[in-house]
């Protein structure tokens, strides 16, 4: 949210789902591709098995992508990349 969490503090909407979402009632209202899932894949569709993601009709890379982008690399590139502009020196 909109609040003074320090810089480093980075938002993982993984955690966070499985945290306020349990059941995966929101994804599956709101993401109908994945509303066959059960609850322990919803927030991590890509570490199903094959067998579970077949029934549930999810093909990953086609009826629903693949991740972008791994979150603790992410994570890692944005503070790196922030500690660089904080570090740069201010020209007025």
């Known amino acids: 949210g909109a609040d003074a969490a320090p810089y480093f503090r980075v938002f993982n909407p993984i955690i966070q789902g499985k945290k306020f ?7 599956k209202r709101y993401v109908p591709e994945l509303a066959k899932l059960p609850a322990k894949y919803i927030h991590e569709p890509w570490d199903a098995p094959d067998g579970i993601l077949q ?23 944005a ?14």
Do not use: C
Not at 21 to 27: E, K, L
Not at 83 to 92: C, G, H, I, W, Y
């Open 79 to 92: 503070l790196e990349a922030f500690e660089q502009f904080r570090s740069a020196p201010v020209s007025v």
């Open 21 to 27: 979402d349990p059941d995966g009632a929101y994804v």
């Open 55 to 77: 029934y549930a009709g999810v093909e990953l890379g086609e009826t629903y992508p693949n991740p972008v982008i791994e979150h603790s690399a992410g994570r890692a590139r």
